[in-house]
């Protein structure tokens, strides 16, 4: 997967001060500010999605079509981020656009677009893609952004995902997400006789490839936030345990040698540790193993059930759920064990808790009432936020920037079952990931580099 | 990639699965008279006539008088045929949480595990597995079917039939 090769080609090294980007804590009713021309500010409801006009790329004589799928697939990954409108293409006025040549800034006003976006895809002697792209500002009339990448023609998916997180960084200040993939559980058969495979696909639904058979029942596969390789369930044992899979070579190998079940596993930010549960009789405890001594740590020791341990990103802290105090709610403590604080205190249980790669907020499951939800809270339990709420909405996971969470909705009766959903922190923007077959699960890759 | 052929023990799981479905079907279409076809000390005997299964509240793992009673029979069936060793499964219903709910049918298990074990049955002769929500009986949309699923099922490893 790797081979882009990224020049910057800004010839004119403008800057572009005219399109000032609000990326803030801003308070809900502040008024943006009187500069700003064209503003992102990705933490608030998002009423009004930047209009963008992405014109399909030129293809210089190659290969149009592909040009078109690739402009296709940016303008999807802006799309579905409901921070941008992409505006439809038989608005514009301007046809046939260049990439090196300095738009009609006037008929892209017209049409009320606030970025362009053009490029151009072609095919090299030695067979490698060509892509290049300038960002405009309409309003302020300049270059934003010029880029051109190198790559083989398989990665052409990629190297779409590529440009729209380039697009999304330089007008929100916030690292893109779109070049990434998730890892989840395929599940097809009726609901009494399930065969659950792991799977892995991009952020967009494409490129689905199986990693397991269906042979053993797989559960809660977790990226490592360093290496391509997952953590998971099997029941492929003597008893069901946590593996270790490198999605690229296939190999993998039982976590730890524990007397017992252990299950919910998870990465340590540095990917060198994995929490998890062991069970023991009626309790659930956490253990934390380092993989390169393979040294476990016993981190709680209740007659409880805790479990769905997360670290935080500093690593200094890990938050999971425990039924303790009598049912399922939220503790924090350190990252060694010892004492646990609880922070989730609103009605009903709390569980699957999942620390923001950012730090600033944990995710959850709320149980209400019959009514599952998804949820985010800081990590001290103050600001609970609900995002989504219905029958079953179930195990959140963060994208790589903190601004995204994608988790599985269940729907009831025999031939019910789950599908993969994402939601932003507005909750105003849900969108359903399309799968082959139901799908449950999910976890999002850290940025591929 | 794949590094464990479990084909066999998967067709012979299902192979296990008919054949209770089977008895199943044969205790609701003649309840009476059955016992006198079944084999005394056979898989089949201790399904239809002792009863294989415990059933639990939400979010409970404590037995009540009919579970109690159940492996209180279970009890003395195995110690009567003590070629057997079992495995008892904790199973919780779709409405929780995953990792939880593998907790919990584990601790189900435990229950019905300890129940046994204080009713005469060596500990040795008994392994435990939760399944958590992923094996369901009963597939409906109400509390019908999920109180189906709430269950602790006590499986002969060596059975015949």
């Avoid at chain 1, 990103?313 to 759920?321: A, L, T």
């Avoid at chain 1, 709320?366 to 600001?383: A, S, T």
């Amino acid at each position: 997967m790797h081979g882009i090769l990224k020049t910057l080609s800004n010839p004119a090294g403008l800057r572009a001060c005219g399109l000032a980007v609000l990326v803030s804590i801003a308070a809900v009713f502040a008024p943006p500010p009187a500069s700003a021309l064209v503003e992102i500010d990705i933490t608030q409801g998002n009423i009004e999605p930047l209009p963008i006009a992405l014109p399909a790329f030129s293809a210089e004589g190659g290969d149009g079509k592909l040009a078109s799928e690739m402009t296709g697939v940016i303008a999807s990954d802006l799309k579905r981020s409901g921070l941008f409108n992409p505006l439809d293409p038989a608005s514009f006025i301007q046809k046939n656009m260049s990439v090196n040549s300095t738009p009609r800034f006037g008929d892209w006003r017209q049409i009320s677009a606030q970025a362009l976006v053009t490029g151009t895809v072609t095919k090299q002697p030695d067979g490698r893609l060509r892509a290049e792209f300038r960002l405009w500002d309409v309003f302020a009339q300049e270059q934003m952004l010029g880029q051109q990448f190198y790559t083989t023609p398989e990665n052409w998916r990629r190297l779409a995902h590529i440009i729209a997180d380039a697009i999304y960084e330089r007008l929100t200040g916030e690292k893109g997400y779109f070049d990434t993939r998730i890892v989840f559980v395929d599940e097809t058969g009726t609901k009494d006789k399930r065969v659950k495979r792991l799977a892995i696909m991009d952020q967009d639904g494409a490129n689905v490839r199986y990693l397991t058979r269906g042979d053993d029942l797989v559960l809660t596969p977790r990226f490592s936030p360093t290496s391509q390789e997952i953590t998971y369930m099997s029941y492929g044992g003597a008893d069901p345990s946590v593996y270790l899979l490198n999605i690229e070579t296939g190999q993998r190998e039982i976590v730890g040698n524990f007397p017992g079940m252990t299950f919910a596993p998870r990465f340590s930010p540095d990917g060198q540790n994995v929490v998890m549960s062991l069970q023991q009789g009626g309790n659930a405890n956490i253990f934390k193993m380092d993989l390169r001594s393979r040294r476990t740590t016993r981190l709680t020791n209740t007659a409880a059930i805790d479990t769905s341990p997360s670290f935080s990103p500093d690593s200094r802290q890990i938050v999971f759920e425990s039924d303790r105090g009598g049912t399922q709610q939220l503790y924090v403590m350190n990252a060694n064990g010892g004492e646990a604080r609880r922070i989730s205190f609103g009605p009903g249980r709390y569980s699957t808790p999942v620390w923001s790669p950012r730090g600033d907020l944990i995710a959850f499951t709320k149980q209400h009432q019959g009514r599952f939800m998804i949820g985010v809270m800081k990590p001290d339990g103050k600001g609970e936020r609900i995002l989504t709420e219905g029958y079953h909405n179930e195990g959140p996971a963060w994208s790589p920037n903190g601004r995204v969470l994608v988790f599985f909705r269940d729907t009831p009766g025999a031939t019910g079952g789950p599908q993969v959903w994402t939601v932003d922190l507005t909750g105003y923007n849900e969108q359903r990931v399309d799968t082959p077959a139901f799908a449950s699960d999910p976890s999002w890759s850290p940025l591929i580099n | 990639m794949f590094n464990r052929d479990t084909a066999g023990r998967g067709a012979r799981w299902i192979a296990v699965c008919f054949a209770l479905l089977f008895v199943a079907a044969c205790a609701q279409n003649k309840p009476d008279g059955l016992s006198s076809n079944v084999k005394p000390g056979t898989g089949q005997d201790f399904v239809v006539n002792v009863g294989d299964r415990v059933f639990f509240e939400e979010d409970q793992s404590v037995l009540n008088a009919k579970g109690q009673s159940t492996l209180a029979g279970q009890a003395k069936w195995l110690n009567r045929y003590s070629q057997y060793t079992i495995t008892v499964e904790g199973h919780a219903d779709e409405r929780g949480t995953r990792q939880y709910n593998i907790a919990l049918g584990a601790r189900r298990a435990a229950a019905a595990r300890d129940y046994l074990v204080s009713q005469g049955v060596s500990a040795s002769r008994i392994k435990t597995i939760s399944y958590g929500k992923e094996r369901p009986v009963a597939v409906c949309n109400d509390s019908s079917c999920w109180s189906q699923n709430r269950r602790a099922v006590t499986v002969l490893n060596n059975a015949t039939n």
